[in-house]
């Protein structure tokens, strides 16, 4: 009943960008925090960034200061602009929100994923 697709991973060199998509569908009431997630070969997942309903970002130390996390509620969708890349930014890239589906009901919903990759 809800669905989160990603888009825009590819292949960039180093100190390239890319810039992710996320778009959620199906029943929605209303979307709490959203983030992007990430997950290398052989690696956990590991939180990317974080946005509150209001905008109000946070980031992993590993890319503050190079990514920009965004969303549009009214579009249910949220960005991730990755600038600056590094090697060690390659990993799949994977959507979250907090979805709330009626007044008093949730689902933690996670989309397919995305692979960015950084060559050096």
């Known amino acids: 009943q809800v669905q989160l697709v990603e888009s825009g991973g590819g292949l960039v060199q180093a100190g390239g960008s890319l810039r992710l998509s996320c778009v959620a569908s199906g029943t929605i009431f209303s979307i709490n925090d959203m983030a992007w997630y990430r997950q290398a070969p052989g690696k956990q997942r590991e939180l990317v960034a974080t946005i509150t309903r209001r905008g109000t970002p946070n980031y992993a130390d590993s890319v503050n200061g190079r990514f920009t996390i965004s969303r549009d509620n009214a579009k249910n969708t949220v960005t991730l602009q990755m600038n600056t890349l590094k090697p060690e930014d390659t990993a799949v890239y994977f959507c979250?929100?907090?979805?709330?589906?009626?007044?008093?009901?949730?689902?933690?919903?996670w989309g397919q994923g995305t692979l960015v990759t950084v060559s050096s």
């Open positions: 979250n929100a907090n979805v709330i589906t009626t007044g008093w009901n949730f689902r933690d919903a």
